[in-house]
């Protein structure tokens, strides 16, 4: 079928079709196992407990105070960036093999490709709920709440719309170019390191060899949304009106990107397949 043939792709209007696939990713991924969604937290906390015993007991990495004016705790700390990190590495790395699985199906019946895709971050976004609850009750048992946890589900409606558009437009470039998936995977482990999840950004140098690199640190929307996130739930501060703008354009260019990328080479993707 021609690209002018394609029925014109809305997001709400195939959310059935959405929360199917997600339904399927959640069904099928603990399927068969004892623990079951047991498995689904068992990643996260061994992560947790080895960065934790590195970086906390073993290095005597500091963490900042808690917003309550108490003295801060690592392994809080540490979580509060590890548990959007990895709803963002989950979620590119299922997703980008995501068509190509699905290509058979693809190939039978048209529907939009954006689908698989957007089901795959639901599923994904189900379990990060779980962590950010578990987040939120060690927060509690440490006395460290206030009003500003009020502004996470403005926070978390940006961060997901941002993940999900660079997921979406790398799941479809994947399929025409199949060496991407391998790229991603080495960029995902660096990114890693050059976010500030492990260490503190302030951390890192104002000035090395002449760069700014602190400054760049910060530019990058990674670092931004780990860092707003602990000022909201962490130190109980609201973030500057400047973050909040840059991280509102970081997700409007991401957004930008995957229509453009769904336009131009995802209408058509089970041919590519």
Not at 6 to 15: E, F, K, N
Request: proline share 6%.
């Amino acid at each position: 079928m021609s690209t002018a043939a394609r029925p014109r792709a809305s997001i709400w209007a195939y959310r059935s079709l959405i929360w199917n696939f997600a339904q399927r990713d959640l069904k099928s991924r603990f399927k068969g196992t004892a623990l079951g969604w047991a498995w689904s937290l068992m990643a996260p906390l061994a992560t947790l407990l080895t960065y934790s015993l590195v970086f906390g007991a073993f290095f005597h990495s500091p963490a900042p105070g808690f917003g309550n004016g108490r003295p801060g705790f690592f392994p809080v700390w540490l979580l509060a960036g590890l548990v959007p990190w990895t709803f963002f590495l989950v979620t590119i790395s299922i997703s980008m093999p995501t068509l190509l699985s699905n290509g058979s199906l693809l190939q039978k019946v048209y529907f939009p490709s954006f689908a698989p895709i957007l089901g795959a971050a639901v599923a994904i976004l189900v379990q990060t709920l779980i962590e950010f609850s578990i987040l939120a009750v060690v927060l509690i048992l440490f006395g460290n709440y206030g009003w500003t946890w009020l502004l996470f589900p403005f926070w978390l409606a940006i961060f997901v719309a941002f993940v999900t558009s660079i997921a979406l437009s790398l799941a479809i470039m994947n399929v025409h170019i199949r060496d991407l998936a391998h790229l991603t995977n080495v960029a995902l482990q660096l990114l890693f390191f050059l976010t500030p999840i492990i260490y503190q950004i302030t951390l890192v140098p104002a000035d090395w060899h002449g760069i700014p690199l602190q400054s760049i640190y910060r530019l990058s929307p990674l670092t931004q949304f780990v860092e707003s996130l602990r000022q909201l739930a962490y130190d109980l501060q609201v973030p500057s009106l400047a973050t909040w703008l840059q991280l509102l354009a970081w997700t409007a260019a991401a957004i930008s990107l995957a229509f453009f990328v769904y336009r131009r080479y995802g209408l058509d993707i089970g041919e590519a397949i």
